[in-house]
């Protein structure tokens, strides 16, 4: 893997596969979703060994620690020589709760279909 010495955040992000595609990574940096030191960064901030970023994908807010810089996309298991992910396990418990299906009511057998009342609920709960 080619190391340099200066890496724009939205390439490293995307390297390090916090976000799918590099343009992804752009789009969360100019919308606010990209955070250092608590502050907004822009698409073609620096990045150096050492720093923390705070990046948002889709209802997660990933923490992640700059061990090593690169360009070049790598794989999900050389992730770790680049990367710490710094995320507190209560973000994906949260995320995870969040993501659970309500559970539909259920009728006892034999009753028939639904009523157009109990077809409204059921409608309401998904």
Known sequence: M????EVRVDKWL????????RSFA????RAGH???QGVNVKPSHTVRIGQVF????????RTVKVIALLEKRVGPK???QYAEDL??????????????????PKRPKGSGRPTKKERRQLENLF
């Open 14 to 21: 995307w390297a390090v596969r916090i976000y799918k595609t």
């Open 26 to 29: 752009t789009t969360a940096c």
């Open 78 to 80: 050389s992730v770790a």
């Open 87 to 104: 995320t507190p396990a209560a973000e994906y418990l949260r995320v995870a709760e969040d993501r659970k299906l309500p559970q539909a």
């Open 34 to 36: 990209v955070k250092f």
């Open 54 to 61: 705070t990046a948002r994908t889709g209802e997660l807010n």
């Open 2 to 5: 080619e190391e340099s010495g």
